[in-house]
C-alpha cells in the first residue's frame, strides 16, 4: 500500500477547480493500492494537512486539519500536485517536492514553467517549426517600442496576453490599433511579461490529451469546443454555459486526426513533458488551417474536464488513469 499525498487549492484563480479535481482524483483512487492524504493549501498560499481538506478550503472549518504540512508531506511515497495554473501548474511546487526528494505526478519543474510562460514556450516552438500564431512578448520598459512594432507586423485583430496567466484573465482581443494599449496596460496588471499574438480566424479549438513516457506516450482524442462568447474567455469558461463541447471531435477526418495527434506528441515532447499534459489547438475547417494554442500541464480533472474523459476514450477506466499516473511518477524518480 502506497500512501498519495494530494496537493490541492492553491493560489492562483484556478482555486476551486483544483478543489473539483481534487476530490474526484480521491473519488476514484484505487484503495486497494493507494491510501490518499489531503494537503489543501488555501488562497493565501499556507499549506495543511488533515482529513477535513475538503471542508477546509470549501467552508473554512479547521476540523482535522493543522499547519505542520512539512512534516507530513515528507512521509508520502508519492504526491498528486493537483494545481492548476499559476503557483502550482509552473514548477513551483515540482521545485519544492525535488528539493524534498519526494516521487510526484506529472511535468518537471522545467517543462512545468515552461509551457506556463507564453512568450518563452512560443520561442521553443517556433525554433522547433511548429505551426503557432505570429507573436510578440515584452516587459513593461520596452512597451512603447513594442506597441509600435506590433502595429507595423501584427495583422489586426490581437490577442494581448498575461505571459504566465490562467483561464482567460487579464485577456483581450483587439480589433483595433486604439484598444491596443488599455489592453497592454491591462494584461500589465496580472504580469510583468505580456505576449500580443495574432488573432487566428477559427471555427473550434481542439484539445489533445497525452499521457506517458517519452517513447511510450498515449495520445487521445482531439476534442472540440466551440466558445459561446467571442473567445473563450473567463465567462465562457466558469459563468455563461454557453461553450459547446463535442468529446471526442466526431467530424474531422483521419488525416486531420493524425496530424494533430502527431502535432500534440511533438509539442509535448519538445518541451520535456512527462506524464501528462493537455494540448491545445486553435483550428478552422474551412482554411485547413492548424496551429498550437497552448499546453496545460495540469489540465482540469474534474469528471467533466477533456482530459480524463478523453483518455476515457482510450477504454481506461477514471481510476486506471490515476493509478497509471502515480506509477509514472514512480518510475521518473527511479
Ligand atoms: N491567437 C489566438 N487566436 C484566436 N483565439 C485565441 C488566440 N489566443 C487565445 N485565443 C482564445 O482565447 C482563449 C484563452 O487563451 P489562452 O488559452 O491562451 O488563455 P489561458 O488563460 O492560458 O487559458 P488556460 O486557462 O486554458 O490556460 C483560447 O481558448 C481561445 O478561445
Ligand atoms: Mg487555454
Not at 255 to 279: D, P
Not at 292 to 309: D, H, R, V
Request: charged letters at 25%.
Amino acid at each position: 500500500m502506497k500512501s498519495v499525498g494530494i496537493v490541492f487549492g492553491g493560489k492562483s484563480p484556478e482555486h476551486e477547480i483544483s478543489i473539483i479535481s481534487a476530490e474526484t482524483i480521491v473519488t476514484n483512487l484505487d484503495r486497494n493500492a493507494f491510501t490518499p492524504a489531503l494537503f489543501p493549501i488555501d488562497r493565501k498560499g499556507r499549506l495543511f494537512s488533515g482529513s477535513g481538506g475538503f471542508e477546509f478550503l470549501k467552508s473554512g472549518k479547521m476540523l482535522d486539519i493543522s499547519k505542520v504540512a512539512f512534516d507530513e508531506l515528507r512521509k508520502m511515497d508519492v504526491i498528486f500536485p493537483v494545481l492548476h495554473g499559476p503557483f502550482g501548474e509552473d514548477g513551483t511546487i515540482q521545485g519544492l517536492l525535488e528539493t524534498m526528494g519526494i516521487p510526484y505526478v506529472g511535468c518537471g519543474v522545467e517543462s512545468s514553467a515552461l509551457n506556463m510562460h507564453k512568450g518563452l514556450f512560443r520561442d521553443v516552438f517556433s525554433a522547433k517549426g511548429i505551426a503557432q500564431p505570429q507573436y510578440r512578448y515584452f516587459l513593461e520598459n520596452e512597451g512603447d517600442k513594442a506597441l509600435a512594432e506590433i502595429g507595423e507586423t501584427l495583422p489586426l485583430p490581437v490577442f494581448v496576453k498575461p505571459c504566465r496567466g490562467g483561464s482567460s484573465i487579464g485577456i483581450s482581443r483587439v480589433e483595433t490599433l486604439n484598444e491596443l494599449k488599455n489592453a497592454v496596460e491591462t494584461a500589465f496588471q496580472y504580469d510583468d511579461a505580456v505576449i500580443v499574438e495574432e488573432g487566428i480566424d477559427i471555427t473550434e479549438e481542439l484539445e489533445v490529451a497525452v499521457m506517458g513516457k517519452p517513447g511510450e506516450l498515449i495520445v487521445a482524442g482531439p476534442g472540440k469546443l466551440i466558445a459561446g462568447d467571442t473567445f473563450y474567455s473567463y465567462d465562457d469558461k466558469y459563468v455563461n454555459n454557453q461553450t459547446r463541447f463535442q468529446i471526442p471531435a466526431e467530424d474531422l477526418s483521419a488525416e486531420i486526426v493524425s496530424r494533430i495527434r502527431e502535432l500534440a506528441v511533438a509539442a509535448f515532447t519538445v518541451t520535456n513533458c512527462f506524464g501528462l499534459a493537455r494540448v491545445d489547438f486553435l483550428f478552422n475547417r474551412k482554411t485547413g488551417r492548424l496551429v498550437l494554442n497552448e499546453i496545460n500541464t495540469m489540465p482540469g480533472f474534474t469528471a467533466i474536464s477533456m482530459y480524463p474523459k478523453l483518455m476515457m476514450t482510450t477504454g481506461m477506466s477514471f481510476s486506471e488513469l490515476v493509478s497509471r499516473l502515480l506509477e509514472l511518477a514512480f518510475q521518473r524518480s527511479r
